[in-house]
């Protein structure tokens, strides 16, 4: 008996440290799904912007998207996706902020939408450094986007350049809070080599701020929208949005606080035109 149960203790060892080596193995596959996803078209959102090319200061260029504010006081928006995506799926809310008078720029990670290179953190924190750098350049009025591994992105950059305001949809803590409650009976903690640390991140960025998510979103805990709040200081928004997911926060609401924040900066835009 004792032999058997010494048996199915090993096993269950043998299992839980396979298991453990294949999650560390995999993290950025989990983080950055590589495989391709069918390539989404957006015939308007084409027409509307021009493809730009970008260098980043490790020597890649990536394809983004913009279009030019319609006057030099107009905020350009600088729109950073999600990890399942690419730009083009944050194309509807780059249209309807172009038809609301506002410059915007897709901006694009390395290892997405064709560009060369492989994500990770630190590498996508120079990708938005050299998005930011090429719409500065344009307009000094910038405002950032961040959606769910994109405000991982938007948080750290607005730590660093000057920017108008900062709006994070569906936001996370950190990368490592959600893999915790994901797979709480790994020490991912210990593992994470990637971590976007927003909570650690947000008290010292100083511009308006707007955080809004869905009350059902089931990806990122609603409890992480809260927790940045309370730990953001200064001019800061949070909006839940009643019976949305992760997926459908815009359309269900999400417009109506983005823009209406949007529209709250015009007082410092009438300013810069004065």
Do not use: C
């Not at 199915?8 to 193995?25: D, R, T």
């Not at 027409?47 to 990536?62: S, W, Y």
């Not at 410059?103 to 938005?128: C, I, M, S, T, W």
């Amino acid at each position: 008996m004792r032999e058997v149960l010494w048996i199915a203790v090993l096993a269950v060892a043998l299992i839980y440290s396979i298991a453990l080596a294949g999650l560390y193995w995999l993290q950025g596959r989990l983080v950055y799904p590589l495989e391709q996803i069918e390539a989404f078209k957006n015939a308007e959102l084409e027409q509307r912007t021009e493809a730009v090319i970008i260098r980043t200061a490790d020597g890649l260029d990536l394809t983004m998207r913009y279009k030019a504010p319609p006057d030099g006081t107009a905020p350009t928006v600088i729109l950073f996706h999600g990890n399942g995506e690419d730009l083009a799926q944050r194309g509807h809310i780059a249209l309807e902020m172009i038809e609301a008078g506002y410059g915007v720029l897709l901006a694009e990670y390395r290892g997405y939408g064709g560009n060369p290179g492989k994500p990770h953190e630190a590498g996508l924190y120079a990708d938005a450094r050299a998005a930011y750098a090429y719409a500065s350049a344009r307009s000094s009025n910038i405002v950032l986007h961040g959606y769910s591994l994109g405000t991982g992105v938007a948080v750290q950059l607005a730590r660093e350049a000057t920017i108008s305001a900062l709006m994070l949809e569906a936001p996370f803590t950190s990368i490592v809070d959600v893999a915790a409650q994901r797979f709480w009976l790994f020490p991912v903690r210990l593992l994470a080599r990637d971590r976007y640390e927003s909570l650690a991140k947000i008290a010292s960025i100083d511009a308006p701020l707007l955080i809004y998510g869905g009350t059902r979103d089931g990806v990122i805990p609603p409890a992480h929208f809260q927790r940045l709040f309370d730990a953001a200081r200064g001019d800061k928004h949070l909006a839940l949005i009643e019976d949305a997911d992760h997926l459908n926060v815009w359309t269900m609401g999400g417009r109506e606080h983005a823009m209406q924040f949007l529209a709250s900066l015009q007082p410092a835009r009438d300013t810069l035109q004065a």
